[in-house]
């Protein structure tokens, strides 16, 4: 699907959502993305807009995680 510039900025701003349609993809603006997910979740290809859900990774969780495990002698400078 070829976007121009500004059809490409509304979509990284969730203004526009890509979606499937029969054997080709249309955009549909924000106002029709609910009705569409409620029926066909699937038609949904890229939503911007959505809140993924995903928590963002804690930097400090490697360091807990490897402190479990011993660090060779020859390996401490």
């Known amino acids: 699907m070829l ?7 509304q979509l990284a ?8 349609l029969d054997s080709g993809y249309a955009l549909i603006p924000r106002t029709a993305v609910d009705k569409v997910d409620a029926r066909e979740p699937a038609m949904i ?3 911007h807009g959505k809140p993924t859900g ?3 990774p804690d930097p ?3 360091d807990d995680y490897y ?3 011993q660090v060779p002698d020859d390996l401490v400078w």
């Not at 976007?3 to 900025?9: D, I, K, Q």
């Not at 701003?13 to 499937?20: F, H, K, N, S």
């Open 3 to 9: 976007v121009n510039e500004s059809l490409s900025r």
């Open 13 to 20: 701003q969730g203004q526009l959502v890509i979606a499937r």
């Open 45 to 47: 290809v890229l939503d």
């Open 54 to 56: 995903a928590p963002a």
């Open 60 to 62: 400090g969780s490697d």
């Open 67 to 69: 402190s479990k495990f």
